[in-house]
């Protein structure tokens, strides 16, 4: 049965990699249905393009901003901006000048084993697109490009 939690400013389960990913919900709180994860990305950050296979993802910008490329559709993002992608949409975020603070909602819940399994990997294994593009693709993500 889930339970209610508080979690603190800098509370979760922390995944370090070029950005800071904070899990405040997981799975496990919501039976699956979904997670909310806040991530600081620093200036010039860029994820990779991607899309996810089944999952729905949000993106509430609460400070900086950045460029959200979504399909063939490119915004300029900041704080109060909400961007919502639906499975199958290829993706990728930029972060700006100032860098870029997110508050993120994955439905279903199961990207946190992403995560854990991408912190996992050596600085060389995570330097290593088909590395990482294999084990995006365990968890319903498809890297489309280095």
């Not at 899309?51 to 109060?80: C, P, R, W, Y």
């Not at 993706?91 to 439905?107: T, V």
Request: with cysteine.
């Amino acid at each position: 049965m889930a339970q209610p939690k508080r979690v603190a400013p800098d509370g979760g389960n922390l995944y370090k990699r070029a950005n800071d990913m904070f899990v405040k919900v997981t799975s496990d709180d919501t039976l699956g249905a979904y997670e909310i994860c806040e991530e600081r990305c620093p200036p010039g950050f860029a994820s990779r393009k991607h899309m996810h296979v089944q999952n729905h993802e949000s993106f509430f910008v609460i400070e900086g901003g950045g460029t959200f490329i979504l399909g063939d559709q490119t915004h300029e993002g900041k704080a109060g901006d909400l961007f919502h992608i639906p499975p199958g949409t290829p993706h990728q975020i930029i972060a700006g000048d100032n860098g870029i603070r997110m508050l993120l909602i994955y439905s279903p819940g199961e990207t946190e084993a992403m995560f854990q399994e991408m912190t996992a990997l050596t600085p060389e294994q995570r330097a290593d697109f088909e590395t990482g593009k294999a084990v995006a693709a365990k968890h319903n993500t498809v890297w489309l490009s280095e």
